[in-house]
């Protein structure tokens, strides 16, 4: 079974600060592990996902994310907050063998962009 | 627009009717997902189409819920006599031929299903 953690519901920024969203992910295998955001009233938007090979990961609008296996971590940071982020961020983890389509998600993180 | 539809993007029910949520997939893909949020919860994994299969309904509740994606037409979510707790927004996902992981999955804006 899997399961994913995300530290803190609502995180807080300063416009031209660091973002930090934290996600700690549990697999009995390998996993495949994704970042999503979701705008009000809308879908889910792939912002990046680690598969295989490198270990730190670049996504869209800035954002990266770092796969730690040892920590089971699996952080999204941007340099420097953009009003435009202030979203939902949602960390998925799904195996890397049978059944992979099969994403478990976090209950999200809450961002908001202060001016 | 390419992306996936879903419709109606809201849908409101009465206790004991039933609703039909509708989900096209992308251009191209022919492997649907069926997903649920509750309040402040995550995405839960509903159930797993290709034209005219359930490949895994593991997260399907067991009574009044079924999904079927035809040869010809949407993706249909159908919940009978519906209940409070039925309340979610309800998300549809599709990706290329292999529903593998290095596809990622695409999502569709939603249907908010509001039971009274």
């Known amino acids: 079974a899997q399961s994913v953690t995300q530290l803190g519901s609502h995180v807080s920024v300063s416009e031209g600060a660091l973002v930090l969203l934290r996600c700690n992910y549990s697999?009995?295998?390998?996993?495949?592990l994704f970042w999503y955001v979701q705008y009000p009233n809308q879908g889910l938007q792939l912002l990046l996902k680690y598969t295989t090979g490198a270990t730190l990961v670049k996504g869209i609008n800035g954002f990266e994310a770092e796969f730690k296996k040892s920590e089971t971590s699996f952080h999204l940071t941007k340099p420097s907050a953009h009003m435009s982020d202030a979203a939902e961020y949602f960390c998925a983890v799904s195996n890397s063998g049978g059944s992979n389509y099969k994403l478990t998600f976090g209950k999200g993180t809450l961002l908001t962009v202060n001016p | 627009n390419a992306g996936v539809m879903q419709n109606p993007r809201h849908l409101v029910r009465r206790r004991g009717q039933e609703a039909r949520l509708r989900c096209s997939p992308m251009k191209g893909h022919s492997h649907v997902y069926w997903y649920r949020q509750l309040p402040e919860e995550g995405l839960k994994f509903m159930v797993y189409?290709?034209?005219?299969?359930?490949?895994?309904e593991s997260g399907m509740p067991k009574e009044r819920f079924s999904a079927e994606f035809p040869k010809e037409g949407p993706s249909i979510l159908r919940i009978q006599q519906v209940v409070r707790g039925d309340s979610a927004a309800y998300f549809c996902?599709?990706?290329?031929?292999?529903?593998?992981?290095?596809?990622?999955?695409?999502f569709g804006d939603g249907t908010r299903l509001s039971i009274l």
């Open positions: 189409l290709q034209k005219e299969n359930i490949i895994d």
């Open positions: 996902a599709s990706s290329p031929q292999d529903g593998n992981s290095n596809q990622p999955q695409h």
């Open positions: 697999s009995s295998v390998p996993p495949y």
